[in-house]
């Protein structure tokens, strides 16, 4: 099975040709994602752990990916995350048990320091 870091690597990859074939839709997403992550009443950090629930109640494992790298650069912890799947598990019954079981392995591979 492919890596978290590895899928990340690929998935860029495959945004990339997204990117200047529809570039104009995909400055508009990301000007979205921003405005959406702004730091307001909820920090970046919180802002992830909700996105790192809904990608795993909606089975997005490619959001599980980038959502939870994110939420390790802002500073989320392995409880903390593991909150956030509980909560997902609860709201997305048995199906996003399975799926957050991805997301916990996307955070310890993460975690991991590069060699």
Known sequence: ??????????????????????????????????????????????????????????RCEDCIAFHVRSALQNGASREEVIEALGMSSYMGAGPSVMYASHALKAYEELERPKS
């Open 1 to 58: 099975m492919q890596t978290w870091p590895d899928k990340i690597v690929e998935l860029n990859a495959e945004l990339k040709g997204l990117r200047s074939g529809a570039p104009e839709v995909m400055k508009s997403f990301t000007a979205m994602a921003q405005a959406a992550l702004a730091p307001r009443t909820l920090d970046v950090k919180t802002k992830e752990l909700i996105a790192i629930g809904i990608a795993v109640a909606v």
